[in-house]
């Protein structure tokens, strides 16, 4: 395709980009010929296609400050999660924040509540620094505003749980744990099994009686968006 194209440009209410280009010249190298050279637009054809472009129900990258709805707290030990100045944010210079701690502690921070369709994905980015095999972080999701939770990492994607840790409230079983550096990776999640309506994500930290290792964990630029 080469010439002058007269492009069009629409968003389609699924999220889709209709990119129509008309009046140009277009070459057929299965036959070298030269098709549509005229420049009006009654005379060129139009060639239209999609791009795929990710709607997003929620999104937050804590710049300047989180958007609202945001809730955390503790069941155990400080409730210290806050937004904090961090070198190593996604997208500077804001992340979300829980500290180490050097005793019990199961803290958590939660999303607003959103609706989950079919084919809605989760993702975040976050680093993290916790006594490994005993102080650890996990993703759960709610689906009765907050009385019960599940554990989502059967359903990540991307960026999975590391190893079982024990000792700390969280129990026996798969989380986050050990030492990474500042820089953050991306974690995504399928939740087409979690689809409907105010839906609940959280954070959750856990730590075990003895010492911290570590700065604890960031959080940043978390996401539901579907294709």
Not at 41 to 70: A, I, K, M, Y
Not at 90 to 107: L, M, Q, T, V, Y
Request: glycine share 12%; hydrophobic share 35%.
């Amino acid at each position: 395709v080469f010439g002058e194209p007269d492009v069009d440009i629409t968003k389609q209410h699924n999220g889709q980009m209709v990119v129509t280009i008309k009046g140009v010249d277009v070459y057929d190298p299965t036959t070298g010929q030269i098709r549509n050279s005229s420049t009006d637009d009654n005379g060129g054809r139009c060639h239209s296609f999609h791009t795929s472009s990710l709607v997003c129900g929620f999104q937050d990258d804590v710049e300047p400050v989180p958007v609202d709805g945001w809730t955390h707290g503790s069941s155990q030990g400080p409730d210290d999660w806050a937004p904090a100045v961090f070198r190593g944010a996604h997208s500077p210079g804001n992340a979300w924040h829980a500290e180490g701690f050097d005793g019990f502690k199961d803290s958590f921070l939660a999303t607003p509540p959103f609706d989950i369709e079919v084919g809605d994905h989760f993702s975040f980015w976050h680093t993290f620094q916790l006594e490994k095999g005993y102080d650890g972080a996990v993703l759960e999701i709610s689906t009765s505003d907050g009385i019960q939770w599940n554990d989502l990492g059967p359903f990540v994607t991307r960026g999975g749980y590391v190893e079982i840790v024990s000792g700390s409230p969280l129990g026996d079983r798969m989380a986050w744990t050990g030492q990474r550096p500042e820089t953050m990776t991306q974690v995504e999640v399928d939740l087409s099994s979690w689809a409907g309506p105010g839906r609940i994500i959280r954070f959750r930290m856990a730590t075990d009686a003895s010492f911290a290792d570590g700065f604890g964990w960031y959080i940043d630029d978390a996401a539901v968006c579907h294709a």
